[in-house]
């Protein structure tokens, strides 16, 4: 499942986002793998992301394919 957010927060270390969920305004998810394609410099706070969702039961097993 494909869904929009805006990225919170990013871990270049780990390379992982905190995200909020478009449509959602208090969950937030932390700990999201970002793609080893997108660009740190790409990666400031407030930008909107996409996130492959693969099981919704678990909004945090996902990982951020492209920033816009």
Same mark, same amino acid.
Request: hydrophobic share 50%; net charge negative.
């Given at each position: 499942m /494909?869904?929009?957010?805006? /990225?919170?927060?990013?871990?270049g270390a780990a390379h992982t986002a905190t995200v909020r969920y478009a449509g959602s305004i208090?969950?937030?998810?932390?700990?999201?793998?970002?793609s080893r394609g997108?660009? /740190?410099a790409e990666?400031?706070?407030?930008r909107r992301v996409a996130v492959v969702v693969f099981d919704?039961?678990?909004?945090?097993?996902a990982m951020v =394919?492209? =920033?816009y």
């Open positions: /494909l869904e929009r957010g805006t /990225l919170l927060d990013f871990d208090s969950t937030v998810v932390a700990g999201v793998p970002v997108i660009a /740190l990666m400031p706070a407030g919704a039961g678990h909004p945090a097993d =394919v492209e =920033v």
